[in-house]
C-alpha cells in the first residue's frame, strides 16, 4: 500500500517537472540584455529622475535580472533636452523625458504629456489607456521610429518662480521666462520671452538674471532647486501642466526585437512608476509647500485676467496649429473631443466632491 502510494506519488512528481520544464526551459532560454536610459533630469531630483531607477529595478526583478537598464542622469550621456535625439538616432536604448520638451520638432509631441488647459493626471491616463490616446500616439511616435510608454505624471504643476509680482497681462511683455512644453508659444502671443532650459541648467540662470522667472515641477522640486533663493512670489496654477506624463522612449527596432516577455515587463514596470511617482509627489509636495510659505515665499494664484487671457491664447495657437499641421490636427480633434466628454463626468462628481471638501471645515467639526 505504501509502495503503491509513494509510486503514485513519484509519478505526480515526475508529471509536475515534466509540465514545468517548457516554462523553465522558455525563462531560460530569454537573453540578458544590458541597455542604457538617459534621463532628461539631474539625480539630485529623486522623484522624476527616481522615475526611470523605478524602471529598471522592476524591470530587472521581472526577468530574473536577464533584462538590465542603466540609468544616466541628464548631462552624463546627453544634456537634457537632447533625449530624444540620442534614443532616435541608437546613441542609447532607451530614454525617460517628458514629450513637450519636443515641441520645436513638432507640438504634436505636446500630447503625449500635456496639452496647455487640457487634462489632469487621471484623464491624461484615462486617455491614454482607454480614451484612444495610446494608439494615437503610438502611430505619431512610430513615425519618428520611437515607441512611448508613459512612466511618471507629476500631477498638476506649480506656476512658477517671479521676481516681481504678476497683476495684470501688461506684467507679463518682456518677462524672460523658464517655461517647457508648448505654453511658451502660448505666453509668446501675450509677450513672454520663453526659455527652453534644463532642470539642472535653471538656477543658475534665474540668480544670474539671464532669465526673469522659471517654472519646473511644484514645491519638493522647486525646494531642492532652490528657486526660493532668488525669487520671492510663487504662482500658481501651472495651466500649461494638468497632468504631465512623463515617458520612456525606445528604439521602435530595438523595442520590436525584444522578447514578448520582456515588452510585457516593462509596460508593467511603467504603469507601476506612473501611480509611483504620482503619489510620492502628493506626499512631497504638501510638506515642501508649508516649509516654503513658513520660510517667506510669497505664494500667489495668477489674477484671473491673465488665466483667461492665456486661456484665448491657447485656444488660437491650437486653431492655427491645426490648420497647418495634418499629424496635429488628426489627434488634437480627438484629444478635443475626450476632454469635453471627460469634463462632464468630472464636474458631475469629482468636481462637486472637490468643491465642498475643500472649503469645508476640519473632520473634528466647528470648534465651540
Not at 533636452?81 to 532616435?88: P, R
Not at 523625458?97 to 493626471?121: C, E, H, I, R, W
Amino acid at each position: 500500500m505504501k509502495r503503491r502510494a509513494f509510486l503514485t506519488s513519484a509519478g505526480v512528481g515526475v508529471a509536475a517537472s515534466t509540465l514545468a520544464a517548457p516554462a523553465i526551459a522558455q525563462s531560460s532560454s530569454n537573453p540578458e540584455i544590458k541597455w542604457r536610459c538617459a534621463s532628461s533630469f539631474p539625480k539630485s531630483l529623486d522623484t522624476i529622475y527616481g522615475g526611470a531607477e523605478f524602471v529598471a529595478k522592476r524591470v530587472a526583478e521581472l526577468t530574473d535580472g536577464k533584462f538590465q537598464i542603466r540609468v544616466f542622469a541628464a548631462g552624463e550621456i546627453v544634456p537634457a533636452l537632447q533625449v530624444l535625439d540620442a534614443v532616435k538616432d541608437g546613441t542609447i536604448e532607451c530614454g525617460h523625458t517628458v514629450s513637450y520638451y519636443y515641441v520645436g520638432k513638432d507640438p504634436t509631441f505636446a500630447f503625449d504629456a500635456a496639452m496647455p488647459f487640457g487634462l489632469n493626471a487621471r484623464q491624461q491616463n484615462a486617455w491614454m489607456t482607454h480614451g484612444g490616446g495610446r494608439e494615437l500616439m503610438a502611430e505619431f511616435f512610430a513615425g519618428h521610429n520611437l515607441v512611448a510608454i508613459g512612466a511618471g505624471n507629476t500631477g498638476t504643476q506649480m506656476g512658477g518662480w517671479f521676481r516681481k509680482e504678476i497683476k495684470s497681462i501688461e506684467d507679463l511683455k518682456g518677462l524672460k521666462f523658464r517655461i517647457g512644453g508648448y505654453a511658451g508659444t502660448i505666453m509668446a502671443k501675450l509677450g513672454v520671452v520663453p526659455q527652453q532650459i534644463g532642470g539642472g541648467d535653471i538656477y543658475p540662470a534665474l540668480e544670474k538674471g539671464t532669465i526673469d522667472a522659471a517654472e519646473f515641477v511644484g514645491p519638493y522640486d522647486d525646494e531642492k532647486l532652490g528657486f526660493q533663493k532668488v525669487a520671492k512670489y510663487y504662482y500658481y496654477p501651472g495651466w500649461w501642466e494638468g497632468g504631465p506624463q512623463v515617458s520612456m522612449l525606445f528604439g521602435k527596432e530595438k523595442y520590436d526585437a525584444l522578447p514578448q516577455t520582456y515588452k510585457a515587463a516593462l509596460q508593467a514596470a511603467c504603469a507601476d512608476a506612473t501611480l509611483d511617482m504620482l503619489g510620492k509627489y502628493d506626499v512631497q509636495n504638501m510638506t515642501a509647500l508649508k516649509r516654503l510659505v513658513g520660510a517667506g515665499t510669497q505664494l500667489r494664484p495668477f489674477p484671473n485676467e491673465v488665466m483667461q487671457a492665456c486661456y484665448q491664447a491657447a485656444i488660437e495657437v491650437y486653431e492655427e496649429e491645426a490648420a497647418k499641421n495634418e499629424k496635429f490636427k488628426k489627434i488634437y480633434d480627438a484629444w478635443k473631443k475626450f476632454r469635453e466628454e471627460e469634463y462632464l463626468w468630472f464636474r458631475v462628481a469629482e468636481y462637486s466632491f472637490d468643491r465642498f471638501v475643500y472649503a469645508a471645515p476640519p473632520l473634528e467639526g466647528k470648534k465651540k
